[in-house]
Each structure stands twice: as structure tokens, then as C-alpha cells.
């Protein structure tokens, strides 16, 4: 696993292994932000859980991907320690790619330097023939030459509306960057974590998937009617 990767005398000198130097994979951008394979629509799941979700289920992981519509801190495992985080992806097939976020107000280099460990994190797992499902994210207009890069294009892809109602100003940057991802990239089918704007549902095939508390909250409230 690349946590145990061994130091030669070869290697870049410094710290060069804490941005995973060591794993690069092709790009097609001048960022050299990694290329993620297409993603069939086969891949779909039934339904998403978050990074680190035990499950008790008792058909366990079987037909669920994991998602990463968190906290940053939830997930910065991914990045920091990859082996380690695999053990947390044990029995998956499918994953979403980590969505590392990308505040307005973070310098360009800064959201930059997310999306290059997203799509790192999703090429690191396809490599050890994981499905993977590129998610997708933006801030403002300026973010939209380097957010799409690295994306398949006629792919399954994810999004989420998870706090992106609160406001105007967040509901307008979305609604834009949404109309770019779909002219950009024409996606074949699109994953919705949350509920979908009323525009989306006829721009694109929707898998809708609830937010997860919401989720368990009606599953319980069901339970409880049977």
C-alpha cells in the first residue's frame, strides 16, 4: 500500500511522499489534475452511505457505494493515508471520489490543489479496480476552467445540494456551475445527494438519493408503522 511505500535514495528530496508523489497518474490538463476513467451506468447504487458508515444491515454493503458529502476532517484520511483508508472501503465495489471542498473564498491554488487530490483519490482506487463515480463541485465562475478537468465526459456522475438552498448567492453558484457541468461534460446519468432543483430533472437522467439522517429518520418512522 502506498502508506508503506519505501524511502530510496532515488526519491525527490523533502517531503515529496505527504503529496503522493509516488502514485502520479496521466492528465490531459496543463494542471496535470489525474484523468478518471467513465464510470457505466451499472455502477449505480442503491443506495449511498458516508465514508466510515458502519453498516448493520444484514445484506451488509451489498449494492451501496460510499460517499463523501462530509466534513473535509471526516475524510482527510484518504489523502494523508490512502492504505489506511482502504480499509474503510473494504467490501465496496463502488465509490464516490472524495469532495474536498472548494469555498469562494479559498485561494485559487488552494481549490486547485483539491481537485487534483480528488481525482488523485479516484485514480488511486480505479488503479486497484474499484468503480468509481466522479463527483463533482465548483465555487464561483472563476473556479470553472480547472473544476471540471479530469472528469470523463457521457459518465455517471455525482453531485450534491446538501446546503446549497440556504441562500441566494449559493443557489445561483450552483444553478451556474450545474449548466457547465452539463454543457461541458453531458453527463450520461447523474447521482443527486439531496433534493434535486426542479431545473435538473430535465436536463438529465436522476438518481436521487436522500440526505443520509433524513434517510434514517423515514426508515425508522416505517419501522414503526409496520
Not at 150 to 162: E, F, W
Amino acid at each position: 500500500m502506498i502508506d508503506n511505500y519505501p524511502v530510496r535514495s532515488s526519491d525527490k528530496p523533502g517531503n515529496s511522499h505527504a503529496m503522493n508523489t509516488q502514485a502520479l497518474f496521466s492528465s490531459s490538463n496543463a494542471y496535470g489534475i489525474p484523468d478518471l476513467a467513465s464510470s457505466p451506468l451499472s455502477a449505480i447504487p442503491d443506495e449511498i452511505v458516508p465514508y466510515r458508515y458502519k453498516v448493520r444491515h444484514k445484506n451488509g454493503r451489498e449494492g451501496k457505494a460510499v460517499h463523501f458529502f462530509i466534513d473535509d476532517y471526516r475524510f482527510e484520511t484518504t489523502w494523508q493515508k490512502p492504505g489506511k483508508a482502504l480499509q474503510s472501503l473494504k467490501g465496496y465495489q463502488t465509490v464516490l471520489t472524495p469532495d474536498f471542498s472548494l469555498y469562494t473564498d479559498y485561494p485559487r491554488a488552494m481549490q486547485i490543489w483539491n481537485i487534483y487530490r480528488s481525482r488523485w483519490c479516484g485514480c488511486y482506487w480505479q488503479s486497484l479496480g474499484l468503480t468509481v463515480i466522479p463527483s463533482v463541485t465548483w465555487s464561483d465562475e472563476s473556479s470553472f476552467d480547472f473544476c471540471f478537468l479530469g472528469l470523463p465526459s457521457q459518465s455517471l456522475l455525482a453531485v450534491s445540494t446538501i446546503g446549497v438552498k440556504r441562500n441566494a448567492q449559493a443557489r445561483r453558484l450552483f444553478q451556474a456551475g450545474y449548466e457547465v457541468l452539463i454543457t461541458q461534460l453531458n453527463p450520461s446519468h447523474l447521482l443527486c445527494y439531496g433534493n434535486p432543483f426542479t431545473y435538473m430533472e430535465s436536463d438529465v437522467a436522476l438518481t436521487v438519493y436522500p440526505h443520509y439522517r433524513a434517510s434514517r429518520v423515514s426508515k425508522k418512522q416505517a419501522k414503526g408503522q409496520d
